[in-house]
């Protein structure tokens, strides 16, 4: 929300350990106080997993409420966000294994024998103009490229490019290792962008920049 401190905020820390403090004693009316800002991430973390709106929002809603009947197992080794967000991609992976008959086939039509990504070719790309990123065809386009990506790099690239988890709160959040986090996401990068390269008018050459602040969503 506008004007409010960020978790890294000295300041929004000790605020937020306070929170915690009083909602472990009982003042549990506080804890929606606590998660508020976390709201959109718990909700994309979700989404990224399940990909359907109605089941990202019931299992945002379910890791909320499981996250306040084990405030007393935080111990603060993470910050919260993280913790919530652990339980949010640990709930959405239970769903997804209750309810996945069939399985869409993730991309794969440019993977190697060992699963690594070879990118259809290593062409200079620029920016992509911001007026262009402005229009709703394009954002609906990288939402789609985004969908079609595999679970586990779509999930890596949400927690870091888009919610700018650290690799490290990225791998703690998801149970990897950070050197696979690092693979993953150079590997959704490479994925999206050859994807995105042929939709966006075939004018330039794409270059998507994935360093923080400069991402359309």
Request: hydrophobic letters at 40%; a negative charge; proline letters at 4%.
């Given at each position: 929300?506008?004007?409010e401190?960020?978790?890294?905020?000295?300041?929004?820390?000790?605020?937020?350990?306070?929170?915690?403090?009083?909602?472990r004693?009982g003042?549990?009316?506080?804890?929606?106080?606590?998660?508020?800002?976390?709201?959109?991430?718990?909700?994309?973390?979700?989404m990224?997993?399940?990909?359907?709106?109605?089941?990202?929002?019931?299992?945002?809603q379910?890791?909320?409420?499981?996250?306040?009947?084990?405030?007393?197992?935080?111990?603060?080794?993470?910050?919260?966000?993280?913790?919530?967000?652990?339980?949010?991609?640990?709930?959405?992976?239970?769903?997804?294994?209750?309810?996945?008959?069939?399985?869409?086939?993730?991309?794969?039509?440019?993977?190697?024998?060992?699963?690594?990504?070879?990118?259809?070719?290593?062409?200079?790309?620029?920016?992509?103009?911001?007026?262009?990123l402005?229009?709703?065809?394009?954002?609906?386009?990288?939402?789609?490229a985004?969908?079609?990506?595999?679970?586990?790099?779509?999930e890596?690239?949400?927690?870091?490019?888009?919610?700018?988890?650290?690799?490290?709160?990225t791998a703690q959040?998801?149970?990897?290792?950070?050197?696979?986090?690092?693979?993953?996401?150079?590997?959704?990068?490479?994925?999206?962008?050859?994807?995105l390269?042929?939709?966006?008018?075939?004018?330039?050459?794409?270059?998507?920049?994935?360093?923080k602040?400069?991402?359309?969503?």
């Open positions: 929300m506008p004007g401190a960020t978790s890294t905020d000295p300041a929004a820390q000790l605020y937020e350990e306070g929170l915690i403090r009083r909602i004693d003042e549990h009316d506080l804890f929606y106080e606590l998660v508020r800002p976390y709201e959109g991430r718990v909700y994309s973390a979700a990224a997993i399940l990909r359907n709106e109605h089941d990202a929002e019931d299992v945002a379910e890791a909320v409420l499981k996250a306040l009947k084990h405030i007393r197992q935080f111990r603060a080794e993470s910050r919260f966000s993280t913790w919530l967000i652990q339980i949010t991609v640990n709930e959405a992976r239970l769903r997804l294994r209750k309810q996945r008959t069939h399985m869409i086939e993730p991309i794969n039509d440019h993977e190697d024998e060992e699963g690594n990504y070879a990118p259809r070719d290593f062409a200079d790309w620029r920016e992509i103009p911001s007026e262009t402005e229009r709703k065809e394009v954002r609906q386009l990288l939402g789609e985004l969908a079609s990506l595999g679970e586990k790099y779509r890596v690239f949400v927690l870091r490019d888009m919610q700018h988890l650290s690799i490290e709160e959040a998801l149970g990897i290792t950070t050197a696979s986090v690092k693979t993953r996401l150079l590997r959704a990068r490479l994925m999206l962008r050859d994807l390269a042929p939709g966006l008018g075939g004018s330039w050459s794409t270059r998507l920049s994935f360093e602040g400069t991402k359309p969503w």
